[in-house]
């Protein structure tokens, strides 16, 4: 990616971007943590605050076992239809500098993200070094304690034909006036169907258990492998030079835990997010860096000097959108 001239106006403070580029420019080994709001300005809603509430329910009470036990059909409903918007949604400027960055720093930068919806890697982000906590929506397991039943990168929508979205005639195509669109069942003046556990995907390992998303609820473990290589780049024993902590509320842990264990192994934060009162817990010290906005605009920016100016045609969505 070359350099442009012609770059955009600045969004963050000059004497912050410079320091911040010079300490990225002196720091061997990185961390990203990631959470919704890197995606938010791809469309994808955030799971607190004013995108939290799916139809009356908090977005963060349907992602639970007890949830998925009490009612699978309204907790399928809401995931598939995470999955739909999802598939519809493309990565932004902010899932293309990560992806460029780290193809540029290799194993030295790794990438902690709270993010479910596929699109850093359909932005081309290197999987070695891309640590999904929290799972994909794109995996599919079996919800049955007895059986380790899991397929990885279902990308069928709907799932099964009972939690297909329901549409009402289109006018939005002029010239296809047999066009549908989605109704928003995000939405509580749009009835939603209650589904049957019958109705809803089934194992063919065990033919017993109800299917699941692969995704991480509270009260799991979060994935064995990505635990194991989170813990080797921090138990290497080196120093950790800069976590830049982006698009998360630093709310749900292990993952906000990761900004500590990253400042005591020396590491300097730079927070990147709409609301400057999601800091990380323990706070904002000496020498870290708040760039407050919209991520999609700010990291192409403090990546620049690495990366050089995102271009049209280095955006390429994998997914093919
Ligand atoms: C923008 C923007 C823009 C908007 N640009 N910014 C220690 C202390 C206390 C509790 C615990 C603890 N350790 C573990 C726990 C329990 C629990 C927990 O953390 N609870 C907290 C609520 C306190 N943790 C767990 O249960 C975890 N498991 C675990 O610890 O296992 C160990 C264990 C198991 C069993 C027994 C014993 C130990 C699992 C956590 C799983 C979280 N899962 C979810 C759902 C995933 C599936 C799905 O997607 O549906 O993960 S919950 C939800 O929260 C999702 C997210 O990844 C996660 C974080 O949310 P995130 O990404 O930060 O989103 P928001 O909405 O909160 O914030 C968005 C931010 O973006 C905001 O700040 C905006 O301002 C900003 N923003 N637009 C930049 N354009």
């Not at 329910?57 to 349907?62: M, Q």
């Not at 918007?85 to 930068?109: Q, S, T």
């Not at 010290?285 to 271009?311: H, N, V, Y």
Request: net charge negative; with cysteine; aromatic share 8%.
């Amino acid at each position: 990616m070359a350099s442009s001239a012609a770059s955009k106006p600045s969004v963050v403070d000059p004497t912050d971007l410079k320091s911040f580029q010079d300490h990225l420019k002196n720091s061997k080994r990185i961390l990203a943590l990631l959470g919704a709001g890197l995606s938010a300005s791809s469309g994808l809603p955030t799971f607190r605050g004013a995108g939290g509430l799916w139809r009356t329910h908090d977005a963060t009470e349907l992602a639970t076992p007890e949830a998925f036990a009490r009612d699978p059909g309204l907790v399928w409903q809401f995931y598939n239809y995470r999955r739909h918007m999802a598939l519809g949604a493309k990565p932004n400027p902010a899932h293309y500098a990560l992806a460029a960055l780290a193809k540029k720093r290799g194993d030295e930068f790794i990438t902690l993200s709270q993010n479910v919806d596929g699109l850093s890697p359909r932005a081309g982000h290197p999987a070695e070094t891309l640590k999904l906590l929290h799972g994909s929506l794109f995996d599919l397991k079996c919800s049955s304690f007895f059986c380790n039943h899991m397929e990885r990168d279902n990308y069928t929508d709907p799932v099964c034909p009972a939690l297909a979205i329901p549409t009402e005639p289109g006018t939005d195509n002029p010239i296809d006036t047999t066009a549908k669109r989605d109704l928003d069942i995000s939405n509580i003046s749009v009835p939603l169907p209650s589904i049957p556990a019958s109705e809803l995907p089934h194992c063919p390992t065990c033919q017993t258990g109800l299917i699941r998303p692969g995704v991480v609820w509270f009260g799991e473990s979060l994935p064995g492998k990505v635990m194991d290589d989170v813990d080797a780049f921090f138990d290497s024993g080196e120093q950790v030079d800069l976590i830049m902590v982006i698009g998360t509320s630093s709310k749900v842990y292990p993952a906000a835990g990761y900004v500590d264990d990253a400042r005591a192994m020396g590491a300097r934060v730079a927070v990147v997010n709409m609301d400057r009162r999601d800091a990380p817990k323990s706070g904002m010290c000496e020498g870290d860096w708040m760039f407050e906005g919209d991520a999609a605009a700010i990291l192409p920016e403090l990546f620049r000097e690495e990366i050089g100016e995102l271009k049209e045609e280095d955006m390429k969505d994998l997914a093919g959108n």
